[in-house]
């Protein structure tokens, strides 16, 4: 099995955040790999798989990063392959590595999902890849239309709640 998503993070100290996708990913039975590669203490190692990734199958890059946040654009200014950069909370509550992943130069983007949206990061990658490949499609289609089956039942569970002597 060879991975079509590579989920990057700066530290391990990501993980926390970053394993939300590995778990969507996971459920969806779309392979990955993970690394930790940091754009400032390792320059020499991400230039190397950002060049690397795409002739080894990776079809989406899922970069994850905090404060100065330059691993994503380090990246993407590597390859040409999609990447997506997903913001992790910190200092200034994330603004500031959101900040640092949507300015990018002109012919150097990078997707940004919300301040520690792994998951979504995954969602879009599937996305991304659903376009040319119709079971990764088949499975964001089922994983969407359960997402309004849970809010359904959700509201059902409200409506049967008689605790409140004033609730109608």
Known sequence: MKPLVSIIMGSTSDLPVMEKACK?????EIPFEVNALSAHRTPDAVETFAKEAKGRGIKVII??????AALPG?????TSL???GVPIKGMLDGLDAMLSIIQMPPGI??????VNGAQNAA????????LG???????VDNWKASLGAKIEKANKELADIKDYKFKC
């Open 82 to 84: 999609p990447v997506i």
């Open 109 to 114: 983007p990078v997707a940004t999902v919300g």
């Open 24 to 28: 969507w990913l996971e459920q969806q």
């Open 133 to 139: 490949d119709e079971a990764i499609a088949r499975k």
């Open 123 to 130: 969602v879009l990658a599937a996305e991304m890849m659903a």
């Open 63 to 68: 970069a994850g990063a905090g404060m100065a």
């Open 74 to 78: 380090v990246i993407a200014a590597s």
